[in-house]
């Protein structure tokens, strides 16, 4: 009936390279490259990452694909954390081996220099520049810090970041503007889990939060930009600001924002413009093109067994009626035509319950004319390509559509779960694997009216 939608997964495992290892002393070290381009940024992790999963986040899309415009982009995992080989508590990581990864992973492409880009504090990043100042081109810092995290005392002890670890809610805690759902949660506990075990962030949480290099900045010679969020909790201004007066020469940027990370909705466009800024000398224009919305599927029931009964004649009639019904309630609910294909509608809502009562009134509506439909709906980040919509939320839409039985108005569990109190009833329709989309889905059918 229409297109399949691909999700930002596959778009981005065919834009980056498979897993490899570079060897960092006894130690493998996990990476992966996107495409070559006029620089190499390699992503310097000092937080527990998995590079298998980490650029495939639907949360990181479009950070990624506007990076990847401006170099070859390099994620790698920390020996103890992700895909790299692990630590034991008598051999736990050093800074000086943690720096040494970065080398490691720069020899094993054959690349000479790199901007290093530390995504959380400037600890291996620091020492690698100060250090290596012939192979750091610049030095990029998002929510940078040189001090121990000991010394903040709103900063979570270990014992409660490993009881949430697992589940998505740390990050949830850290991120607290990033849009969330339950399908945004599931995606960031699954990266967790595979980045590190409960039991790895308890031995190496202490460790890393005890780490400082503030005697370090002053030997940093390389172009430096330290991009800050006003209002983030758990890295004061005043630490970035230290960074930032401890380098000579380095740029400070304060932006609006709650975030511990700049690479998540709201506010990654604006850190995304500095960068591109301090390494081209221009800010490029960022389409503001992911939204969080409400999709629709519907289509009627047992079209081509009706078109033969009728004859094409009559049955192009009754698709012209079917369609004026349909963009009826569309207008009455505030709803967005994206495409329509054959007997079918995709339509998206800033709604959700909006959405939900646009589908039973179509359902009601068109039984006027003699036909049935069924439909699906999802709330979930989309992305926009002009007219049109994509990504893994209408992935999950069309699949919840093709559950639907005659008359029927189905919801996933993300869905439903939003409306809560909108008086709106359900009924459990089991748990489901979706074709395509990880874990299983709990859908429920709208109850009629």
């Known amino acids: 009936m229409r297109r399949n939608s691909t999700g930002s997964s596959a778009y981005t495992s065919a834009m980056f390279s498979e897993t490899r290892y570079a060897r960092n002393g006894e130690l493998c070290v996990a990476y992966r490259a996107s495409r070559e381009g006029p620089r190499d940024i390699v992503v310097v992790p000092s937080w527990f990452t998995c590079c298998e999963v980490v650029p495939e986040l639907p949360s990181l899309h479009g950070w990624v694909e506007a990076m990847t415009s401006l170099g070859r982009l390099i994620f790698f995992d920390q020996p103890g954390t992700g895909v790299s080989d692990p630590v034991t508590p008598g051999a736990l990581p050093t800074l000086e081996s943690w720096a040494d990864s970065i080398t490691a992973v720069l020899d094993d492409l054959g690349s000479r220099e790199a901007v290093l880009l530390a995504s959380t504090g400037a600890l291996p990043a620091a020492l690698f520049a100060a250090t290596h100042p012939s192979r750091a081109t610049a030095l990029v810092v998002l929510e940078g810090y040189a001090h121990p995290l000991t010394e903040n005392p709103v900063v979570l002890p270990s014992e409660e970041a490993v009881a949430m670890w697992g589940t998505g809610e740390l990050h949830h805690l850290l991120n607290p503007d990033m849009p969330w759902n339950e399908e945004i949660r599931a995606t960031w506990a699954r990266m967790e889990r595979i980045a590190a075990s409960p039991g790895i962030v308890a031995l190496m949480m202490p460790h890393v939060a005890e780490m400082d290099v503030r005697a370090l900045l002053p030997a940093i010679r390389v172009p430096t930009l330290l991009v800050q969020h006003a209002d983030d909790p758990f890295v004061p201004l005043e630490w970035g600001k230290y960074v930032a007066d401890h380098i000579s020469g380095a740029k400070y940027v304060e932006l609006p924002g709650r975030n511990f990370y700049h690479f998540v909705e709201p506010g990654w466009r604006a850190s995304f413009q500095e960068i591109a800024q301090f390494l081209t000398g221009r800010q490029p224009e960022v389409a503001d093109d992911r939204v969080l919305a409400t999709v629709l599927f519907t289509d009627i029931v047992d ?65 006027a004319l003699g036909i049935e439909v069924r439909a699906g709906l999802h709330t979930g980040e989309c992305e926009v390509r002009g007219d049109d919509i994509g990504g893994i939320g209408v992935h999950i839409g069309a699949r919840v559509s093709a559950l639907a039985g005659p008359n029927e108005v189905l919801v996933s569990s993300t869905l439903r779960d939003l409306v809560i109190g909108s008086g709106l009833e359900f009924e459990e329709r089991g748990t489901h694997e979706l074709k395509g989309v990880p874990g299983e889905w709990r859908i429920s059918a709208v109850a009629s009216a």
């Open 303 to 367: 079209s081509t067994r009706r078109a033969v009964e009728i004859g094409d004649r009559d049955w192009h009639a009754l698709l012209d009626a079917h369609d004026a019904v349909v963009r009826s309630q569309l207008a009455r609910f505030r709803g967005r035509e994206v495409n329509t294909s054959g007997d079918g509608f995709l339509a998206m809502f800033d709604g959700p319950q909006r959405a939900i009562r646009c589908a039973m009134s179509i359902r009601d509506a068109v039984q």
